[in-house]
């Protein structure tokens, strides 16, 4: 037993030693192995100070996870906890995978991909991360749960037991039960977000707002023998607080979300336990969502409502005291055109009064909008981005601009790491290998960073334009797909502009 112990705490001090990197009050990690000791650094600082884990771009793979305890080799420490208030977990970028689309302009990727594969399927043993504590910031990296889905098949990315919570730029990828929120007066913040799954992919209890994320019905034909057959339910709240104006009482709120479908058909919700309420708001459809909305209206023996739109029975949600409370407002295709039902009055057999109109009109929505909602949070103010607004070159001596305070700042050259500074720094000498561009990010004050400016570049226009015939080739009608174009004033430009722009950080010529 005493060799045992003197193995486990040189393993422990070997796993330290390899997050010995912090940078500017961050702690630079690698790999998984390095993740994972940079997480239990975190957990043995209880002064109640935030605390930053960059995670450079990578495979951050958590492998085969043994999850029951019947199981031979069971390995319960198999996954990490965030056991302390105020962790901030930033990414370098994320990293597509599976049906998350790669770039439009096929170029090798870069990004952060955290992902593990369960041995069996379980809604509260399977996220390789679960989070215990308050004031959790998560930005700019991609969990991928590895268990593919056959019949029940809970797989979750991201498990979260604590409380206000906020990820911004974050890809979760599962099939079933993708997100669960698992706090009972909890509340937690997503924003500009790429959430996908097939099976009540958004689960739980608490408060729950989506702001601007994209939600994205799988396809489980690549793991169902019954191809395209699979109904995609995007959501299953828990509400377990009966007031709506107590935490914890709102439920899941959608806030201009765009959603998409790659199944035959699907729902926006179903009810699960509690006083399960939602409300999808200015919600945009893309065209494959609009058409495969409702039941299967393919088959003739489908004798349900084709108008359905949201489970009418839930789950487990039977006692005629609770009761569903599932709401609309201005769902629109992808035009801009609202595609709302004028009424779509609805009878829930978990209702207490069994009947009642979904569709809100515009006088009901301001107690959906963010601000009431979370009367004493800003979640948006604080996961904002800071822009840096001029990088300059000179030799080796890299100078930049920002217009309001920064955390700190992240040096890139061709989107590769290669430093932090301190907030009150504006310059860098860097050691100019090749002929890679450098880029700086301005990180805000939960330590996530912002957009690239590239050297040569500013936000009012550009400081160095080198041209040359050969860039011709790269006009604006060879590049289609490849992102937004901008004018040397920093001025969005359409597909007819003539002259220089810039796409994608890059200087463009369009004949």
């Avoid at 770039?103 to 991360?129: C, M, N, Q, R, Y």
């Avoid at 009055?345 to 006088?363: C, I, N, P, R």
Wanted: glycine share 10%; net charge negative.
């Amino acid at each position: 037993m005493k060799n045992k112990a003197l193995i486990l705490s040189a393993s422990l001090c070997s796993m330290l030693t390899a997050t010995a990197q912090q940078v500017n009050d961050y702690i630079i990690v690698g790999n998984k192995d390095e993740l994972r000791a940079a997480i239990k650094q975190v957990n043995a600082n209880t002064s109640g100070n935030r605390q930053f884990i960059f995670m450079k771009n990578g495979d951050y793979d958590y492998g085969t996870y043994y999850n029951y305890k019947n199981y031979s080799s069971y390995d319960p420490l198999g996954r990490d906890t965030i056991k302390v208030d105020n962790v901030s977990l930033i990414g370098q970028r994320a990293r597509h995978s599976g049906n998350n689309p790669a770039p439009a302009d096929g170029s090798t990727e870069k990004g952060v991909l955290i992902h593990i594969k369960p041995t069996k399927e379980d809604l509260s043993t399977t996220a390789p991360i679960v989070n215990q504590g308050s004031g959790c910031y998560l930005q700019d990296f991609t969990i991928e749960n590895d268990f593919k889905i056959s019949g029940t098949a809970r797989a979750c990315c991201w498990h979260d037991d604590g409380n206000h919570t906020i990820g911004k730029n974050v890809c979760l990828l599962s099939y079933q039960d993708t997100y669960y929120a698992h706090k009972a007066d909890g509340q937690f913040y997503w924003e500009t977000s790429d959430l996908r799954g097939s099976v009540d992919f958004l689960c739980g209890n608490g408060d729950v707002f989506f702001n601007k994320c994209k939600l994205v019905n799988r396809d489980r034909q690549p793991y169902d023998k019954y191809t395209h057959q699979g109904e995609a339910t995007l959501s299953a709240p828990y509400t377990q607080v009966e007031d709506f104006n107590q935490p914890g009482g709102h439920g899941f709120i959608f806030m201009d979300c765009t959603i998409d479908c790659e199944s035959s058909i699907w729902i926006f919700g179903r009810g699960w336990r509690g006083w399960p309420k939602e409300a999808f708001i200015n919600t945009t459809l893309t065209e494959q969502a609009r058409l495969r909305l409702g039941t299967n209206q393919t088959d003739p023996k489908n004798k349900e409502d084709k108008t359905k739109r949201v489970s009418l029975t839930g789950m487990q949600t039977t006692d005629d005291s609770h009761y569903m409370q599932f709401y609309e407002y201005n769902t629109m295709d992808e035009n801009g055109n609202n595609i709302t039902p004028e009424t779509n009055v609805l009878t829930f057999k978990a209702h207490d009064s069994g009947t009642y109109e979904t569709v809100l009109q515009a006088s009901e929505i301001d107690k959906y909008q963010l601000r009431n909602v979370y009367t004493d949070w800003t979640p948006d103010v604080e996961c904002r981005q800071i822009a840096v607004t001029s990088v300059t070159r000179s030799g080796n001596s890299l100078s930049w601009t920002v217009g309001e305070p920064a955390k700190a700042f992240l040096i890139e050259q061709d989107g590769d790491f290669v430093t932090i500074v301190a907030g009150t720094e504006n310059q860098y000498n860097v050691n100019a290998n090749g002929n890679g561009k450098f880029t700086v990010r301005a990180a805000n004050m939960m330590g996530g960073f912002g957009e690239p400016m590239e050297e040569g570049n500013s936000a009012t226009g550009i400081i160095n334009v080198n041209v040359n015939d050969n860039e011709n080739e790269n006009s604006l009608s060879h590049r289609e797909g490849w992102g937004e174009s901008y004018n040397l004033a920093g001025q969005k430009v359409g597909n007819g502009y003539k002259g220089i722009s810039i796409v994608n950080g890059k200087k463009v010529i369009n004949n």
